[in-house]
Each structure stands twice: as C-alpha cells, then as structure tokens.
T-cell receptor, first 107, second 111 residues
Framework: GQQVMQIPQYQHVQEGEDFTTYCNSSTTLSNIQWYKQRPGGHPVFLIQLVKSGEVKKQKRLTFQFGEAKKNSSLHITATQTTDVGTYFCGATNKLIFGTGTLLAVQP | SQTIHQWPATLVQPVGSPLSLECTVEGTSNPNLYWYRQAAGRGLQLLFYSVGIGQISSEVPQNLSASRPQDRQFILSSKKLLLSDSGFYLC??????????FGSGTRLTVV
C-alpha cells in the first residue's frame, strides 16, 4: 500500500547548524503537509505544498515539493533550541503520515 | 474560530477494562474527523476516520472501535483493553486548505 518514508529518523545538531529532513513516496501525491510536534505535545500544522516544484519559506524554514510530486524536504537554517521536536510530513490525500524526524539541538 | 477538544489528557487503565475517549470540534460543521495512535518514539498510525454522522472507516483491524453520534463528536472505544493498546491517542479534524488540526491528545497506559 501507499507508504511515505521519512529520513533521517533522528538528527542531533549543534545550535546554529542547518538541518534537513526528507520525505519520499512510492506514488505521486496530490499534496504534502508538514507538521511539528514538540516533546510531549501534539502535531501542529506548518504548511501545505500542492504544486510540482513548489518552494515555500517560513522564516528559517524552507519547504520544497519535488517536480514529480513524490518527495519533499524541510530545511531549517541556523537551528535554534526552539526548533527541537519531531517533524512529520503528511500525504493527507491518503491519510498517511511519515515516520517523523526527531531533531535535537544542542546549545 | 475552530477548536478541538479531547479528553482526558492522561489515563491509566487495567488490562481488560473498557475505554472511552471523546473528541469534540467547535466552530465548523460536517468536519472530517480522525483518530490516530502514536506509540512512543513512533509515527502516526491512522485508526479511524469519519466523513459524517454514523460513517466510520477503520484502517487497522484491532481491539478498538469508533463512533460518531453527533456531527462534531467522535468517540474511540474498547470493550477490553490490551497492554498493546497503550499509546498516545490523537483526534484530528481536517480542512482542505489549512491541514489537520490535532487535539492535545490522550496518553493511555494499560497496566
């Protein structure tokens, strides 16, 4: 069935370093969404990408949807301790979420 | 504005006991509603979703059931809990443009 793989599962960075997480689907997606879940909290919607090759930015976060609409990435520039949490992609037309990437930021 | 309420926040239940988790949404009508489970350190597993009153789709065969008795109410139940039912249960509703909005979740520990 439909699967959305997300890598890496875990990333530890020094504060100020960049971070990227990737989502890959076995089939074409109509859209992809990104969520952030703080430790002990619930996932919070960040953004939705719909168009092939779409790039969106939110301050230090850059989201990209692949040309074939099968992959997506989230890049954080100059991480801060407030970026700590698990980042999920979601192929919500299929009601499927990626396995998540846990980001740890060392001050 | 739309809000989603989920309770209780934490729950410790013995094996074999029943379960009832409730989720309600305010500020919208006929929402799509979902129940997800998240095991410790894992991703989100879709359990049930509903597109309307009395309409429930089950994604994973298991010890749980769901009901939607009212438009904005979604209930997750079990007649007899298993140890493997422990986890973080999240209710969510969706709107096409703004993505899923999750409730604050229920941490269930079956002992």
């Amino acid at each position: 069935g439909q699967q959305v793989m997300q890598i890496p599962q875990y990333q530890h960075v020094q504060e100020g370093e960049d971070f990227t997480t990737y989502c890959n689907s076995s089939t074409t997606l109509s859209n992809i969404q990104w969520y952030k879940q703080r430790p002990g909290g619930h996932p919070v919607f960040l953004i939705q990408l719909v168009k092939s090759g779409e790039v969106k930015k939110q301050k230090r976060l850059t989201f990209q949807f692949g040309e074939a609409k099968k992959n997506s990435s989230l890049h954080i520039t100059a991480t801060q301790t407030t970026d700590v949490g698990t980042y999920f992609c979601g192929a919500t037309n299929k009601l499927i979420f990626g396995t998540g990437t846990l980001l740890a930021v060392q001050p | 504005s739309q809000t989603i309420h989920q309770w209780p926040a934490t729950l410790v239940q013995p094996v074999g006991s029943p379960l009832s988790l409730e989720c309600t949404v305010e500020g919208t009508s006929n929402p799509n509603l979902y129940w997800y489970r998240q095991a410790a350190g894992r991703g989100l597993q879709l359990l049930f979703y509903s597109v309307g009153i009395g309409q429930i789709s089950s994604e994973v065969p298991q010890n749980l059931s769901a009901s939607r008795p009212q438009d904005r109410q979604f209930i997750l139940s079990s007649k007899k809990l298993l140890l493997s039912d422990s986890g973080f249960y999240l209710c969510a509703w969706s709107e096409a443009v703004y993505g899923y909005t999750f409730g604050s979740g229920t941490r269930l520990t079956v002992v």
